[in-house]
């Protein structure tokens, strides 16, 4: 069974202070790590794909990477505006080329920036 | 480009009720997902359809069960509601290997 843990499950940042945030994951095949960001109240919101180790996307504040175990979010000089939620999910299929199509996520960091 | 949109928003039923919830995907996208998300097991999916035929099914009893329309729509049913039902609903629509969110129900049993 497909397996994605996030950490830390709450992190509190200082404005300005990077960090990075890691999703761990036990797969049969992976397709595809997928980042998402909730602001309460809110479906998630895409926001990186990463299909293969060593992969790196980046995008305003943030840039995440992929490894064949890991995918860290990391947070360069985060504002307040970047307090959400993280969600980290996994496309996996034991079959190449299936036709099943399940996102596993992750329960999420919850990440608050102070002013 | 007009989002992934469903309805209603919010909804409170009660115990031993059903419920049916509608999404429409963004335009051009054929497949639809949902997820039933709650604070303890996070997201959960339930299922996918895609041309209007289930193609995959989470571990959920089948009181839960949805289909989709010609045109892309899809909704969800919940018959005989027990209180652990009480989550935030949530579809998403996929174009190739991106799934995109719709902003949730939020239905609540009493």
């Known amino acids: 069974e497909d397996q994605v843990t996030q950490s830390p499950e709450a992190l509190r940042l200082q404005e300005g202070e990077s960090s990075s945030l890691n999703c761990s994951y036990t797969?049969?095949?992976?397709?595809?790590l997928f980042w998402y960001r909730q602001d309460p109240g809110k479906g998630p919101e895409f926001l990186f794909t990463?299909?293969?180790a060593g992969e790196e996307k980046e995008k305003e504040r943030l840039k995440a990477t992929l490894t064949k175990k890991e995918s860290f979010l990391h947070i360069t000089a985060p504002k307040p505006e970047d307090s959400a939620t993280y969600l980290c999910?996994?496309?996996?299929?034991?079959?190449?080329?299936?036709?099943?199509?399940?996102?596993?996520f992750g329960k999420g960091t919850l990440l608050t920036v102070n002013p | 480009k007009a989002g992934v949109t469903q309805t209603p928003r919010y909804l409170i039923k009660t115990r031993g009720q059903q419920v049916t919830l509608s999404c429409s995907p963004i335009?051009?996208?054929?497949?639809v997902s949902w997820y039933q998300q709650t604070p303890g097991q996070g997201l959960q999916f339930l299922f996918e359809?895609?041309?209007?035929?289930?193609?995959n099914k989470g571990n959920f009893p089948g009181r839960f069960s949805g289909r989709q329309f010609s045109n892309s729509r899809s909704e969800m049913n919940v018959s005989t509601l027990e209180l652990g039902d009480s989550a935030l609903y949530l579809c998403?629509?996929?174009?190739?290997?991106?799934?995109?969110f719709g902003p949730g129900t939020r239905l609540t049993v009493l």
């Open positions: 998403a629509s996929r174009k190739i290997d991106t799934q995109y």
């Open positions: 797969v049969s095949g992976l397709r595809g």
């Open positions: 990463l299909y293969s």
């Open positions: 999910a996994v496309h996996a299929s034991l079959y190449s080329g299936g036709s099943n199509y399940k996102l596993t």
């Open positions: 335009s051009g996208h054929r497949s």
């Open positions: 359809y895609f041309s209007e035929t289930q193609r």
